[in-house]
């Protein structure tokens, strides 16, 4: 996945800097031998020197644009706007136990915030309830996660052995997210 050395130097414009692995980046201008060792910095995936793909919920986004390849895909809506799709390509992938899931919302890829324990849940609830949270930001099928983390009697979840990746809506804040474990 996009893992960032904190100091290397870039294979494509040869600065010393914080760089991501090009291994399984998209980048047409190194050959498969090069990408092996091939670094790239901050500045060559701003400008598009190379790129990522993502598991999104409306497809597997690769060079080639949007390709439905699980059952999970949606169609993405009509309105989606086109750039969103370079910008994410140019947004490094999130390290997942599995696979990324980049989720959606106002017709937009959402901003990844981070992996979210149980407590993170209480402290971003207004109401301070957790679990009204977890459900509201997680799709039904996957809602499961958290009543079945939490041991008999027990009525505050502390943890449990799944990662949530949370994001947020850039347009209206809205928060979603969804998790996996090994």
Not at 36 to 64: K, N, P, Y
Not at 115 to 141: C, I, N, Q, V
Request: with cysteine; aromatic share 12%.
């Amino acid at each position: 996945m996009a893992a960032l050395a904190p100091q290397a130097r870039c294979t494509l414009c040869g600065s010393s800097g914080p760089c991501f692995a090009l291994r399984y980046a998209i980048c047409a201008r190194l050959s498969k031998t090069e990408k092996e060792s091939g670094m790239g910095c901050l500045r060559c995936l701003q400008a598009g020197a190379f790129e990522f793909w993502h598991d999104t919920e409306i497809g597997v986004l690769d060079e080639h644009g949007l390709t439905h390849v699980y059952n999970h895909n949606k169609v993405p809506p009509t309105t989606f706007r086109h750039s969103a799709l370079a910008e994410l390509r140019r947004t490094p992938q999130i390290v997942t136990i599995q696979q990324e899931l980049w989720l959606t919302h106002c017709d937009d890829f959402m901003a990844y915030i981070g992996t979210w324990a149980p407590k993170d849940f209480y402290a971003h609830s207004p109401t301070g309830d957790g679990r009204a949270l977890f459900h509201e930001m997680t799709d039904e099928k996957l809602s499961h996660l958290w009543d079945s983390s939490r041991r008999t009697g027990q009525t505050f979840l502390t943890e449990w052995i799944a990662t949530y990746y949370a994001f947020r809506c850039i347009h209206c804040g809205k928060l979603r997210g969804t998790w996996d474990c090994d």
